[in-house]
C-alpha cells in the first residue's frame, strides 16, 4: 500500500490548469527580477552608497540567493499555487499561515503599481508624456504623478488585469517573449557602456569608493541603500515560479530548477549594471554636484537614469531602445505579479483566511476572476499615498523580505515534522542555511528602517482585522481554527522586530507622520544603540524566535491534515 509520504502530489488539485513549463517557470521568475529595478536601482544605489554600492549588490545578491534555495525546497515539496503563503500554513497552522500570507499578498499588490510608476516616470522623458511626471521639488525627496500621469497609471492596469483574466497559458507564452528582450536589452547596454564609455577614474571620483565619514558611515550607507536604493527589490521576484506552482506541468523536476536558475541570472547582470552605470556617467556631471548623493538633483537622471546616460554618451540607438524597454520591463514584471497577487488571494482563501469568493475559477480559463479584479484595485489604491518609485520601495521591500522570512522557518519545522515527505531539491546544509537565511532577511527588514517597520505592522493589524471579519462572517466555510500552540513566536516575533527597529539605527521617523502629542512617541530609529550592537542583538532575537518557532511546529498528524490538497490520503482498498 502507498503511503502518503510517498505518493507525488496529485496534478490539478487545485483545479487549475498544469500546463506551464520549464521556460514558463523561469521566464515568469526572470520577468518579476528584471523591472524596473534595472531602470532605477543602480542610480538610487550610487546615491545612497556611491561606487561602493557594488559591495550592497553583492551582499543582497548573497542573502536572495540563500532565501531562493529555501524557496527551492519547498516547492519541489508543495508545487501549490499561492505556495509562499501556503508553507507556513502547513508547518505552523492558520496563524502563522495569515501571518505571513498577508505580507505576501501585499507585497504582490503593490509590485504592480511600482511598476507602473517607473514606466510613467521614465516615459516622461518622451515630450508628449512630460507632464506625467513631476520631479522632486527642490528640498523634496520624491516626485508625484499629475493627473495625466494617474489616468495613463489606472490605463496599464486595466490592460494588466485583462491579460489576466485571458488565461495563464497565454500569459505564460507572452510573459516568455517579453522576458527574453528584458533580458536582452540590459545585457545589451552593460556591452555597449562598458566599450564605448568607460571611465576609470569614475569608482573613486565623488568623494572616494566609500562614503566619505569613517566605516561606520560608509557600512551604514551601504546597508541603507539595499532596501532603500532599490537593490533588494530587483532581486525580487524568483518566487513567482513558485506562486505558480499549482500550473506547473511537471513541479517535481521544474520549480527547483527555475528557481535557482532565475536568481543566478538576476543577479549577475545586475551587478554588471551597476558596474556599467557607474563607468558610463559623464565625470563632467559627478564633479558639477560634487557628490554621489548630488545626482538626485539632476531630473533628467531622475526620470530615466540608464535613457540619460546613453543620451549624453551619444548612443542615441541604445537610448531610443531604452525608452521602448522602460514600458516592456516594468509592464512585464507588473503583469506576472497582479497575476501572483491572484494566486496568494487564491491560496489565502483555500486556507481558509478570506472569502472563498477568492478561489472562485471560471470554468473556461480556470481563472479566479473576483481574485483579479480586486488585486488590480487593491494596486491602484497603492497609487494614492505613494505616488513615485521611490516612495513605494521600502513598502515593497519590507512586506517582501517578510514574506520570504517564513520559508526557512517553514523548511526547519518540516524538516522536523514531515523528513520523509518527497522531495525533488534537497538544501544541504538545511540546519544552517535555514537559521541564517532567517536572521539575513530580518537585517534587511531592519535596515529598510523605522518608518517601514512601523507600517509594516499596522499593515498586519488591518490584515488581522479583515480575516477576523471574514471569519466573523462566515464568509469561508473552511475557515480554520487558530493553532495557538504552534504559533506562540508570532507576537513576540512582530513585537520584538518593532521594538529592535524603535530604538535601532534606521529610518529616523514617524508611522504615516503621525505629530503633535504623538510626534516624540512615534519617532525611531534614533541610533538609541551601537549600529553594530544592534545588528549582533538583532541576530541572536532572531535565533531565538527561529528556534522557538521550529520547537512549537504543528505535530505531524496536523501537518498531514494541512497538506492532504497536495497529498491526499490513499484510497482505501477493497
Known sequence: MTSVLEQAPELGGDGLKRDV????????????????????????A???????????????????????LVHAELGGMFPVSGGTSRYPHYAYGSLAGGTFGWFAYIQAATVAPIEVLATIQYFSTVS????????????????????????????????????????????????TGVTTWKVIIPVLAIVALLLTHFHGGNFTAGGGFFIPGGFNIGAKAILIGIPGGGIVFSLLGFE?????????????????????????????????????????????????????????????LDAGPFYTVAKVAGLAWLAWILRVDAVVSPGGTGLIYLTSATRLSYGLSKNGYVPEVFEKTSERTKIPVFGVIISAIVGLLFLLPFPSWSSLIYIVTGASVLMYAGAPLALGALRKSKPNLPRSYRLPAAGIIAPLSF??????????????????????????????????LHLNTHMPKIDWGASVWIFPYMIGMTIISYFGNFGTGGLFGVGGIFKNFWIGGNDDINIWISLLILAVFSLVIYYLAVYSRLPESQVDEYIKDVYPAPAPVH
Do not use: C
Not at 271 to 300: C, E, M, R, S, V
Not at 439 to 450: D, E, K, Q, R, T
Open 240 to 300: 513567482q515560479a513558485v506562486q505558480l506552482g499549482g500550473e506547473s506541468a511537471h513541479p517535481q523536476r521544474d520549480l527547483p530548477r527555475a528557481v535557482i536558475g532565475s536568481i543566478l541570472i538576476g543577479a549577475t547582470i545586475y551587478t554588471l549594471l551597476q558596474f556599467a552605470f557607474i563607468a558610463a556617467i559623464n565625470p563632467a556631471t559627478i564633479a558639477h554636484f560634487h557628490t554621489w548623493a548630488g545626482l538626485a538633483k539632476d531630473n533628467a
Open 128 to 175: 508628449w508624456a512630460s507632464t506625467w511626471y513631476k520631479p522632486p521639488a527642490p528640498g523634496a525627496i520624491n516626485g508625484t504623478l499629475s493627473g495625466g500621469g494617474i489616468i495613463a497609471a489606472v490605463v496599464l492596469m486595466i490592460a494588466f488585469t485583462y491579460v489576466n483574466l485571458v488565461g495563464i497559458r497565454w500569459l505564460a507564452h507572452l510573459n
Open 439 to 472: 536572521v539575513l532577511a530580518n537585517f534587511i527588514v531592519y535596515w529598510a528602517g523605522w518608518n517601514t517597520v512601523s507600517l509594516l505592522m499596522a499593515v498586519l493589524l488591518i490584515g488581522y482585522a479583515l480575516m477576523a471579519l471574514s471569519g466573523a
Open 46 to 68: 550610487l546615491q545612497y552608497a556611491g561606487p561602493a554600492a557594488l559591495i550592497g549588490w553583492v551582499i543582497a545578491s548573497a542573502i536572495v540567493i540563500l532565501l531562493a
Open 21 to 44: 513549463g520549464l521556460l514558463g517557470l523561469m521566464w515568469a521568475s526572470e520577468g518579476s527580477i528584471i523591472g524596473s529595478g534595472w531602470l532605477f536601482g543602480s542610480l538610487y
